[in-house]
């Protein structure tokens, strides 16, 4: 099983810029969710979804956006990219239901210049 | 809102000593725990779990944990630790009919040989 597919692993951007993270998961996982990883400050949630159609904001949702056309795919996007968004990203996903573990992508890791 | 404290923020061992990292959480009702750890350069990966039943759960790689209620604690232990077992372990808590968790910033263990 592929899992939680993540592309790109890593990418440079100029503030400003645009650009989509992708996610995939294979596992007909109702949830799904991004993260930003940041030295000190854990895990912080960006943006969720519980299935196709339905998104909702997470802990720190300004200056990204995310939509779940389908089961398989969350991608999030950056709209214009700032120093700020620096960051590891990882997309996570579960069944919908309290016993549900989250299964993570192995990560993006974005650097704007 | 459920909040989770982890206070150990880096813990420095040597092989063999045994670890206990602390996890603690704001929630007065049901609550379901976990723990992840995090290897270097790698995504997050489920390391056990508690939903109900037996408080003192077990876990991958010869980790522990303790439900203890009264103290809306869920602490992760290791007899003996290992050069290995360096990472970042998180907690993270559901509760309150949600679905998603809410994580601790992470405790980074180096083990030394």
């Known amino acids: 099983n592929a899992g939680v597919t993540q592309t790109p692993k890593f990418q440079v951007l100029k503030t400003g810029q645009s650009m989509t993270l992708q996610c995939a998961q294979d596992?007909?996982?109702?949830?799904m969710s991004w993260y930003r990883q940041d030295p000190g400050m854990g895990l912080r949630l960006i943006h969720y979804s519980v299935g196709a159609g339905i998104t909702d904001q997470g802990e720190v949702p300004n200056g990204y956006n995310v939509s779940r056309s389908t089961t398989e795919d969350f991608p999030l996007r950056l709209l214009s990219a700032a120093p700020s968004q620096t960051s590891v990203y990882f997309c996570?996903?579960?069944?919908?239901?309290?016993?549900?573990?989250?299964?993570f992508g192995e990560g993006s890791r974005l650097t704007v210049l | 809102a459920q909040s989770v404290s982890q206070h150990n923020h880096h813990v420095i061992l040597s092989e063999a000593a045994s670890l206990e990292l602390g996890c603690n959480y704001s929630y007065g009702g049901t609550v379901n725990l976990f723990w992840y750890v995090q290897y270097p350069g790698q995504h997050l990966q489920l390391l056990l779990k508690?939903?109900?039943?037996?408080?003192l759960v077990k876990g991958i790689k010869g980790f522990e944990a303790e439900f203890i209620k009264s103290k809306f604690s869920f602490n992760l232990r290791k007899p003996s630790v290992q050069w290995s077992d360096t990472a970042e372990y998180f907690c993270a808590v559901m509760g309150g009919g949600s679905y998603i968790p809410t994580f601790g910033r992470g405790t980074s263990l180096i083990v030394h040989p």
């Open positions: 596992m007909n996982h109702e949830y």
């Open positions: 508690y939903f109900s039943g037996d408080p």
């Open positions: 996570a996903s579960s069944y919908a239901d309290r016993t549900g573990e989250l299964f």
